[in-house]
């Protein structure tokens, strides 16, 4: 039997990548590069990946080349090469995050004809070891030390029929839905938000002074662990300083000066009380 692994995000495949190297754990990986949790699902007179390369361009700062997806013609390949190759089977490393669980409802639509194929190796409020063989949830396939991909790898599951009909509803309604983003809410369950979701948080790191836009998106992954990584929340400080709602200037962030009055006035208001 060969096994093709399909992860999301380079980062987080690195310890499966080194088990095989090892010779730990058999077969082939190929990486999902898109967090399909962020940004619209379908764009109107676009492919499905033109519309997520069109979003993910948009992201990025003025000057760069346009960003290319192709996750959804790789999985093709992947989809041909089980019907070309009966003894091919397919596991998907699911962590508990957003991008991980709509991957899932993703992969389960497309190759929805390969059904007794797919397995999914959930991790999901289960216990490993870490590097100091103390007892840890890992929050990412990447957290997992590569001596502990042995352990991980019997946990995968084949898909059952019930999971085909009951999860896979899912990719449909978040086509429908097409939120600006989805964020995880425990299990498998998503819930939409506005784009701007994260706005908010990012301006409680934002003062008066002048200070970097990268800290402030440092800060704020950091202490929220935020799932979208620092290019999306570097866009969303460009988009409210174009709304007026922030000053940005050559890689510096500051509230505009009424807001930072208002924020002093509160915080005294406060400290008075």
Known sequence: MSVIHLIVGDLTATPVIEA???QTLEGEIV?????????PLKTEGMTFSEGR????TQTQPEGQSAAEVDDLERLMAVSSRLSNEPEAQIWFWMAPTPADVTAYYWLLHFLRKHQGR???????GLPF???NGKLFYPESIGHIPVKEIAKAKKLARVTTVSEWETDGDEWPRLIAENAGMRIHQGGKKLAPQTIDHYDILLLTFITGQN????KVVNQAMSKHKLPTGDLFLHWRLREMAAAGKIELNKGDVKLKEEQASAAEHTENDTTTG
Do not use: E, P, Y
């Open 20 to 22: 095989i190297a090892q």
């Open 118 to 124: 797919f397995s999914v190796i959930n991790i999901n």
């Open 129 to 131: 070891l870490d590097v």
């Open 53 to 56: 390369g069109a979003f993910w």
């Open 211 to 214: 200070q970097k836009a990268t």
């Open 31 to 39: 990486v999902l590069k898109d967090i399909l949790h962020v940004g």
